[in-house]
């Protein structure tokens, strides 16, 4: 399996666990890759620090783990980070957070980072959110992206593909009827009672990918997830893995 | 034995059931304790929805008896009404269980002679707690509300449900109040919470609960299956605790 969705940093709120974690995870649930972006990032006023810090400790773990890099656009010299985590990290992703980083995704200064990252091929990820609202206590309430404003950038940037992270069941069909070529979501935060059978009828197996959401949540509840649901094998492993990969452009490990 | 004790149906027709069950097996799961909330989950049920809930819950419970352990639904604002219900589904039905959920705080005085006859009756009572960040509903108890109900009544057997939606507290306000147990059920699989529930109490008063359908069988019982803990520990939590105060 591919793990599209996992972080790693720290979090003010609560203590997280961090790469000697992850990696037993990975090994003792036949998870052979994952995508991983910097959680300090979130947080870090300049997120390219966290991005710095990540790149130097998943070093010797090049050949399972892939670096996304934490970008926000308002920020000066994005470029110049982008351009960093591409050419010296291998970066295949970039990670976005509108909420925590305070723009829209409508804001015009997000078109320069889409295309930049359709020109090279990298995917961008959108963190709905990280935290049930109803657990954010004694500070603001951190409100999660909504998924038509995810959307509606899927299709205002029909070059660049768009991997929405954390959307809740019932909430892709919102981004849009149907869902932009150029439009996934990973499993992470989509739960509910048959959650993959009813994603897999309603959108196809080529448009989900499996994610954790790990450190924040438990990265079995996402692996029994879809080692229980009732559906088919190469559908199984397209979640898995298969469309991880091929978006990610990524092969082998 | 696997046993969920929180599972919600939504009504007593066989393709919901035995959708319900389908996931269960895929899932490892023996035996399910159902409530019903009604069929339209209104905050402050009317006498009329208590009793089509246990009507619903009868339904499922005679049709699998094997499988559905029930609650009955009951409600401070209709006494009588749940007094009957306690009578016709516990008493006198194969429920075993007694379902609080937002219409009214757990010690609340007007339940005394619910929690009474539950006591009469041997039946432990789940309520429905949270502690929430964004404001709770009108009358929703929380984990404080329960230890006040159950130092009301040592040899009351009651659990909290959600383990009160704030996991880094509740253990420890339940603490010194051991007729008090909590699930583990609903809310997002954040990593960690059965590990930091086990730090105040100990595994006997932790019940695996899924919050199925509105969650997922698979996500939720990884809470406990990821858990630092002996495998003796996770099969108590897993079914055994409930099993022994089910009786079954």
């Not at chain 1, 990298?122 to 998924?147: C, H, N, S, T, W």
Request: proline letters at 6%; hydrophobic letters at 40%.
């Amino acid at each position: 399996m591919f793990d599209i969705n996992v972080k790693l940093g720290h979090w003010p709120h609560r203590p997280v666990r961090g790469l000697d974690a992850l990696l037993r995870y990975m090994a003792s649930n036949d998870v052979s890759g994952a995508a991983v972006s910097s959680l300090s990032s979130v947080n870090y006023l300049n997120p390219q620090d966290g991005n710095d810090e990540l790149a130097k400790l998943i070093v010797p773990h090049r050949d399972r783990l892939v670096l996304l890099a934490v970008i926000r656009p308002d920020f000066t010299g994005w470029r110049d980070d982008f351009m960093r985590c591409v050419d010296e990290y291998g970066a295949r992703g970039v990670v976005l957070y509108p909420n925590y980083h305070r723009y829209a995704l409508a804001d015009g200064l997000v078109t320069p980072l889409a295309a930049l990252a359709a020109q090279h091929l990298l995917p961008v990820f959108i963190q709905a959110g990280l935290e049930d609202a109803r657990r954010q206590f004694d500070r603001p309430i951190m409100l999660d992206v909504l998924a038509p404003e995810m959307g509606a950038f899927a299709k205002a940037h029909p070059d660049t593909t768009v991997v929405a992270l954390g959307l809740k069941f019932g909430q892709p069909e919102s981004a849009a009827d149907p869902l932009p070529d150029n439009f996934y979501f990973d499993t992470s935060n989509y739960e509910t009672m048959g959650e993959l059978e009813t994603a897999v009828e309603k959108f196809g197996p080529g448009k989900i990918l499996f994610g954790t959401n790990f450190p924040l949540f438990t990265p079995l509840a996402n692996v029994n997830k879809l080692r229980m649901a009732d559906i088919s094998s190469p559908d199984s492993q397209a979640i898995g893995e298969i469309n991880a990969r091929r978006l990610l452009g990524t092969c082998g490990g | 034995m696997v046993i969920d004790s929180h599972v919600h149906i939504l009504n007593a027709d066989e393709a919901h059931l035995t959708k319900l069950l389908h996931a269960a097996d895929r899932a490892g799961i023996d035996r399910l304790c159902i409530s019903s909330l009604s069929r339209q989950w209104v905050e402050f049920p009317t006498a009329d929805q208590l009793d089509e809930a246990a009507c619903d819950v009868l339904a499922a419970c005679e049709r699998y008896p094997d499988r559905f352990i029930g609650f009955t639904y009951v409600s401070a604002d209709h006494v009588a009404k749940s007094l009957e219900l306690l009578d016709r589904c516990n008493a006198n039905g194969p429920c075993r269980l007694v379902k609080l959920w937002i219409s009214q705080y757990a010690d609340d005085p007007r339940l005394d002679p619910i929690f009474a006859r539950a006591l009469e009756l041997d039946a432990a009572v789940m309520a429905h707690t949270f502690v929430k960040a964004t404001g709770n509903m009108s009358r929703e108890s929380t984990y404080h509300h329960v230890v006040s109900r159950a130092r009301q009544h040592p040899q009351l057997k009651i659990w909290l449900a959600h383990y009160s939606g704030r996991w880094e507290e509740a253990a420890r306000v339940i603490r010194d109040t051991p007729n008090v147990c909590l699930d583990t059920s609903g809310g997002e699989p954040e990593d960690g919470i059965v590990d930091c529930l086990l730090r105040h109490i100990p595994a006997e008063r932790v019940f695996f609960g899924s919050d199925a359908p509105g969650r997922s069988f698979a996500v939720q019982m990884a809470k406990v299956l990821s858990a630092n803990v002996t495998e003796d520990q996770r099969a108590k939590m897993l079914g055994e605790n409930i099993r022994r105060w089910l009786r079954v």
